[in-house]
C-alpha cells in the first residue's frame, strides 16, 4: 500500500524504478493477497523456537516475555495482505511469519484502516506497522506532507520491498490516459492516506482550472469496486496491487494498468523511534531472511521478485 501519507521521491504506497523492471514485473506479479482479521491461523507457529531462536537475545524483554510482536495493517491490499478463506495471507504475513521463525516470536496482525496506523503506533496499540507502508523522509520525521509541518516524532523504517505508483482504468476504456497528464478533468480513484492520493492531489495542482475530480475510500478494495461500476475513470495505486487487480477482478477483464508506475520507493516496516532496539531486531532478521533464502521464496511465491531487495536498510526512503 504504496500504502503512505507522504509525496513519493523522486526516485516509488509502492516500487520499481526502471522501465525494464516494470516490464518484468508486469509479467511476474499475478498471483495474490485482501480482508481484515487478526492473523489466528499461525498463532504457536513462528514463536516455538522461543529462547531458542537464532536472534531471540536481540529482542527488547517486553517482547521476550510476551512472544508477541502486535503488527497494525489494514488488511485489505491484495497481493500485500489480504484475507482468504478466513485468514490473513499475502507477501506480508508471510514475510512476518519468516521473521519470526528467526526472532522466536509470533507476529499478530490487527486489522486497522490505513491512515490510522500510526496513531496506533503512537498509542502503543501496536509494536509495529506492516503495510506496504512508503518509507519516506516526511514519515520518518513526522512532518504533515500537506501543511509541511511537524506533527509528531515520526518513525523509522526496516525497508523490505520496492515498488511504484501505477494508474489503472475499465478494460478497453483508456478515455485516452496514458500517463500521469492525461488525468485532467477525470474522475480517479484512490485509497485515503497513501502515497496515491499525493501523487493524484499533486498532478491535480498542475492542471489549472481543470482539476482532477479525487475520491478517497478507506480501501483500495472499495476504489477498485467504485471504478468497476463505472463511477470513475481511472484507479492510482501501488504497482503490485494494481497489476493484482488486472490479473483477478473479472477474471482479467475489468481493468488494464495505463502507462509506466512512477516514483519508485521502499516500504517499510514501521517502529516508533523510541524502540530502536526492535527496528534493530527486526532488521537483523530481515537480513537473516534474505541470506537464508526464504525472503526470495516469498518473493516468487507472490509473483513480485521485481520488486526484491538486496539487504534490510533502515530508513532508507528519502
Do not use: H
Amino acid at each position: 500500500m504504496t500504502a503512505s501519507t507522504t509525496p513519493r521521491p523522486a526516485a516509488a504506497r509502492s516500487r520499481l524504478a526502471a522501465a525494464g523492471a516494470i516490464a518484468v514485473a508486469g509479467a511476474l506479479l499475478l498471483t495474490g493477497c485482501g480482508d481484515q482479521t487478526k492473523n489466528k491461523d499461525k498463532d504457536g507457529d513462528s514463536s516455538s523456537a522461543g529462547a531458542s531462536a537464532p536472534l531471540f537475545d536481540k529482542l527488547p524483554q517486553s517482547v521476550k516475555g510476551s512472544r508477541v510482536i502486535r503488527v497494525g495493517s489494514d488488511i485489505a491490499y491484495p497481493p500485500v495482505e489480504f484475507v482468504k478463506d478466513g485468514k490473513t495471507v499475502g507477501i506480508d504475513p508471510d514475510i512476518a511469519d519468516a521473521l519470526g521463525k528467526q526472532l522466536g516470536v509470533r507476529f499478530t496482525f490487527n486489522n486497522s484502516k490505513f491512515d490510522s496506523l500510526v496513531a496506533g503506533l503512537r498509542s502503543k496499540r501496536y509494536d509495529i506497522a506492516m503495510s506496504a507502508m512508503t518509507d519516506t523522509k516526511d514519515r520518518q520525521n513526522g512532518v504533515d506532507p500537506k501543511t509541511k509541518k511537524k506533527v509528531s516524532d515520526g518513525l523509522d523504517f526496516v525497508d523490505y520491498f520496492q515498488a511504484g505508483v501505477s494508474l489503472y482504468t475499465p478494460k478497453g476504456k483508456t478515455q485516452g490516459i496514458k500517463g500521469w497528464q492525461d488525468l485532467c478533468g477525470k474522475k480517479v480513484v484512490v485509497q485515503r492516506g497513501t502515497v496515491s492520493q499525493d501523487l493524484t492531489n499533486a498532478q491535480s495542482e498542475k492542471c489549472g482550472d481543470n482539476k482532477i475530480s479525487i475520491e478517497a475510500y478507506d480501501t483500495d478494495v472499495l476504489a477498485q469496486t467504485r471504478l468497476r461500476s463505472g463511477g470513475a475513470d481511472a484507479g492510482a495505486s501501488d504497482f503490485p496491487v494494481a497489476a493484482y487487480a488486472v490479473k483477478t477482478s473479472g477474471g482479467g477483464n475489468d481493468f488494464e494498468i495505463v502507462g509506466d508506475q512512477v516514483e519508485a520507493a521502499p516500504y517499510g516496516i514501521a517502529v516508533g523511534k523510541d524502540n530502536a532496539q526492535l527496528r534493530d531486531a527486526i532488521k537483523a532478521a530481515m537480513d537473516a531472511i534474505i541470506k537464508n533464502g526464504e525472503y526470495q521464496k516469498i518473493m516468487d511465491k507472490w509473483g513480485v521478485s521485481a520488486g526484491a531487495i538486496k539487504e534490510a536498510k533502515v530508513n532508507g526512503g528519502s
